[in-house]
């Protein structure tokens, strides 16, 4: 429920009736189904499936890091729940742990498609957050759905440290940081988790996994997920 008079006071009706679109296409098990949209004279409605187990983040803050297991499971969730959104031509735009909920039996679920939009080629709408952003949508030439796969390594970097690789007190720090995409992992991570975060945080979009040429394939075949079963991922 949202009061209409805060969503035109916090400028909030142009995201809100894209998330409505974009989730009105989506038929997704990673993403709340949006079941109506309605209205009265003071509020918006909006209802969704309930999902109780909270948002990542406040559970990666509580804890402070996951199991590398745990990272293997909700990041190959992610990408699959990717590669659906992708299937659509839809770049979700926003991967950070305040917008994936856990479900009451473990597995996540996708929220907030307010920045997501429908990307035939590229779009140039610099949005996001800043410690997520891909160097493309700081540069401003042009973005697609590779900022997903991007994103998602961050995120990876974010469950195994406690932290994004790319953090600074103000967004002009930050920004400086992922364009010179300086990469400085714990020596404590293993090969594997070092690898998985290196071919997704690339400044080369083609180079980027689940960018070249092998595709969504290419993630699936990387040794950083050597414990997945996929098929079974796909279809929880």
Not at 67 to 96: G, M, N, P, T
Not at 132 to 143: F, K, R, S, V, W
């Amino acid at each position: 429920m949202m009061k209409k008079a805060r969503i035109v006071k916090l400028k909030q009706l142009e995201h809100i009736q894209n998330e409505v679109r974009i989730m009105s296409r989506l038929r997704c098990r990673f993403v709340p189904e949006l079941y109506a949209v309605f209205q009265d004279d003071n509020s918006l409605y909006m209802l969704m499936d309930f999902i109780p187990g909270g948002e990542l983040f406040s559970h990666l803050r509580r804890s402070g890091t996951f199991e590398l297991i745990q990272v293997k499971f909700f990041s190959a969730e992610i990408a699959c729940a990717l590669q659906i959104i992708h299937d659509l031509k839809i770049a979700y735009r926003d991967i950070k742990p305040e917008n994936i909920l856990i479900s009451k039996d473990g597995h996540i679920r996708l929220c907030d498609f307010g920045f997501a939009k429908v990307v035939e080629d590229r779009t140039y709408t610099l949005c996001g957050t800043p410690e997520y952003l891909a160097p493309e949508t700081i540069q401003g030439n042009g973005h697609g759905i590779a900022v997903d796969w991007w994103a998602l390594g961050i995120l990876i970097h974010e469950m195994v440290c406690g932290y994004p690789p790319f953090y600074g007190d103000n967004p002009f720090t930050i920004y400086r940081k992922i364009i010179q995409c300086k990469l400085d992992l714990p020596m404590s991570l293993n090969k594997s988790t070092k690898s998985v975060i290196n071919a997704f945080v690339k400044i080369s979009r083609g180079s980027r996994l689940g960018c070249t040429s092998g595709g969504f394939n290419s993630i699936e075949k990387h040794k950083f997920y050597k414990e997945i079963d996929w098929p079974s991922c796909r279809f929880v």
